[in-house]
């Protein structure tokens, strides 16, 4: 040998080693981490970019795209720019692309998104007309379309009118469908929402748009950049009444549950990071294509820390993303979509 020890001296070495080693060692978990190769030929979870759905921001009547403040990278689309965006997504292979409007023709109960020729009838057919077979999500909800910000039309006591919000939805369904959304996906948390969505879209001859449904989604505090970018903070009260305690688990299995036995074709939980627990639970349970929505709040923690200089922000993206892999995730909802595509084509 090179170094002049002769190959029974090393054998001799390491028998000796062997009998002084005070542990049994048969197993030695650091095998399979020795080398890069072992590494790749290990990894129990892969993410790719058709795993990513990329949320968009369409601003209505704007002239030029606007920087969100609250969420660093993401912007405020026109409706002319977000053609370009769409088509970045596309040939960065995405999963998809969800839709937000930020409209300027609010009132009472968002009728703007039940007409055609309304920002969300606009901005799907803008977004189809100039991609080929990337999936358009439209959210269906009417935050973003209300003048007091919540997610339907106001009863007398102040609280959302379940019965009317999911007729109108259904209405909604149908424009976004007619508009060439791919999948929608209803986010109000009201009940009945998906087999009012259901009906309403067989009825009108759609009958093979899918639905994804923000099956258990909680009252969260992580949305609160989405509501600055969407224009959608509320004029008065929160959102308890309709979306979910997070102190809760086995109820968002209900929520599923139910979502799954009216139509529902996908689901969604919401937010992600934070619910980890509660994406396992539904994977392990249904086994049906979960999502999860790695929401404002969670994104812009990454991005704010990443500035601060105390973490590195491709890095921390690609561990927080495996992450939802890990949990059962089909797809991740996220803001960083194009970024990690980007990390995954060069990695
Ligand atoms: C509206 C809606 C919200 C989000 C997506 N759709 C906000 C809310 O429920 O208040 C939040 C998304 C995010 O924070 O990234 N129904």
Redesign the pocket.
């Known amino acids: 040998m090179a170094d002049g020890k002769t190959l029974d001296n090393v054998i001799q070495a390491k028998q000796m080693g062997r009998a002084n080693m005070k542990h049994d060692m048969t197993t030695r978990m650091r095998r399979g981490r020795s080398s890069q190769g072992i590494r790749n030929l290990l990894r129990e979870n892969d993410l790719l970019p058709n795993h990513l759905i990329l949320?968009l921001f369409v601003e209505e009547n704007a002239t030029e795209r606007q920087p969100i403040a609250s969420i660093p990278g993401v912007y405020r689309e026109t409706e002319d720019s977000i053609v370009q965006i769409a088509k970045e997504a596309e040939e960065a292979g995405l999963g998809g692309i969800m839709l937000?409007g930020v409209s300027h023709n609010k009132d009472h109960s968002g009728s703007d998104s039940l007409k055609k020729g309304g920002l969300l009838d606009r901005m799907i057919s803008r977004v189809k007309d100039a991609t080929s077979d990337l999936p358009v999500i439209a959210?269906l909800?009417f935050?973003?379309y209300t003048d007091h910000g919540h997610?339907g039309p106001l009863t007398e006591t102040g609280t959302v009118d379940n019965d009317i919000t999911i007729e109108n939805i259904a209405k909604q369904a149908v424009i976004a469908a007619d508009a060439g959304a791919d999948i929608v996906a209803p986010?109000?948390m009201m009940d009945g929402q998906v087999s009012a969505i259901r009906s309403g879209l067989d009825e009108a001859g759609f009958e093979m748009t899918p639905i994804m449904a923000y099956a258990a989604?909680y009252a969260s505090h992580?949305?609160g950049?989405?509501?600055d970018a969407?224009g959608?903070s509320l004029q008065k009260g929160d959102?308890k009444t309709y979306?979910m305690d997070y102190a809760n688990g086995d109820e968002a299995l209900r929520e599923v549950a139910l979502d799954i036995e009216e139509g529902a074709d996908m689901v969604m939980v919401?937010?992600g990071m934070p619910y980890l627990d509660i994406i396992w639970r539904v994977r392990e349970t249904f086994a049906m294509p979960t999502f999860a929505?790695n929401?404002?709040?969670e994104?812009a923690m990454l991005k704010f820390a990443a500035e601060a200089g105390c973490l590195d922000y491709n890095n921390a993206l690609m561990e927080m993303l495996m992450s939802f892999r890990r949990a059962g995730a089909q797809g991740i909802l996220t803001?960083g979509a194009l970024d990690a595509a980007k990390i995954i084509k060069n990695s």
Do not use: L, M
């Open positions: 949320p937000f959210d909800c935050c973003e997610c986010s109000g989604k992580f949305y950049p989405f509501r969407a959608c959102r979306q919401k937010p929505y929401v404002s709040g994104f803001y």
